[in-house]
């Protein structure tokens, strides 16, 4: 009969040394080539729209980091509206690197609908993270037409992608507080000049106010002024009239007096000459004039006939 002993074996610690080792030299190596071929800086040189609005993002669906990065800008306490597309890839292990790439080419053909690309990963240990040190994806970034930007959801070790990319933030919640703080940038200056604006707008309403309650008191004093004045020149025109009026009458009735008296005079003087004339056909004729030989005014005379019925005067 054989007997076999066994001895249980326990796992203490793992010491990554040699395999983060492996990660730091294809860092170094993958940054020593961006820099050689003059692109390590070339996606930060470009311009992030001054409202980067419209964001097309490399994530999961699922993962935490995408959830916390749209429950930030969604729910932002300013309203302010992002539009955004998701790409979906895998993040962290060897796929991650064709993964990436595949969706980097797919917004290239529609890459004027956006105004950056947002790589969002919900965090991972730092050898989940070596995919991001790879050579061919870090190029891929750094060449890439629009400003690409990293939430890969850690504080160490940072990757090549981090670095090469045209803004880095510890966490997807981060990099969405960063999207908001250009809003706040353009939006906060815009309030305080609209309320400036509005300030200096009432205080010059109130001035214009003034000025014009004050012209119209001026105006209304000048015209009750010149209205009294008028009335016045009209009282006192009016008042002349009257005078001069009654003058007038006056005078022309004396003289209308001293006509009729001597109209009367002259009447009776020449009333006593009374002279009848007999016509051809043997009518008499009555004739009567009156001249004075003390008064240079002359009467009409007035011939009549002596008709049947009284006297007529003969044409």
Known sequence: MQVKLASPLQIIDIDPQYTLGDLENEKRETIKKLKLEGIYDQNKELALAFLPQRITIISVATSKGFGDFIDVIDKNSWNYKFLYLLFPSILQGDKAVTGIMAQLKRIKKVIHYFDAVAIIRGGGGDVGLSCYNNYELAKAIALFPIPVITGTGHVTNETVCEMIAHTNAITPTKLAEFLIQKF?????????????????????????????????????????????TNENRIKNASY??????????????????????????????????????VTPEKRPMVKLFATSPSDSTTLAVVVFQIAPFGLAPTP
């Open 240 to 277: 002349a009239i009257q005078q001069q009026s009654q003058f007038i009458v006056k005078n022309n009735h004396e003289k209308l007096n001293v006509v009729q008296a001597k109209t009367r005079i002259a009447t009776r003087f020449n009333l006593n000459q009374l002279k009848v004339a």
């Open 184 to 228: 706040h940038n353009f939006s906060v200056p815009i309030q305080k000049a609209k309320e400036k604006i509005a300030d200096k707008s009432r205080r010059l309403l109130r001035e214009e106010k003034t000025k014009l309650e004050s012209e119209l008191k001026l105006f209304r004093s000048i015209t009750v002024s010149i209205l009294n």
